[in-house]
């Protein structure tokens, strides 16, 4: 029982960690993954851009606006909506896929602030 006790929370330590990462590519603070309500607020606005992110608290809504926050997640990474998908059914597997593997943060919902930096730079 204490050899499954460890791999257990020794698997809940790498799936923390990953979503920390990914929290700290998007530009976020990692330990915000780990407070409650507050990691949604972080998800689902700041790094998602889901504007009604705030319909996660609304039974039965829930379950849509979790499936927006997670494909917006993954396309904001530069994955596409299968992987968002994943996120949402297999997130143990693909947070730390996200976190720890060479996906880069390329903007709230997959809108490259880097380049609108650059065509703003451009019409100066």
Known sequence: MAIFLIFYL????????GIWK???KAGQPG???????Y???????KIAG???WWLIFI???????????MIAIAKSFGKDTGFGIALVFLGF????????????????????????????????
Do not use: H, R
């Open 10 to 17: 020794a698997f809940i330590v790498v799936v923390i960690a």
């Open 22 to 24: 990914a929290f700290e």
């Open 31 to 37: 330990w915000a993954c780990i407070v409650p309500f």
């Open 39 to 45: 990691n949604y607020y972080i998800m689902g606005d």
């Open 50 to 52: 889901v504007k009604n």
């Open 59 to 69: 039974p039965i809504v829930n379950i849509y606006i979790i499936f927006v926050i």
């Open 93 to 124: 597997i693909f947070w730390p896929i996200l976190g720890f593997g060479s996906a880069t943060y390329i903007g709230p919902n997959g809108v490259n602030q880097v380049q609108d930096d650059i065509n703003a730079i451009g019409k100066n």
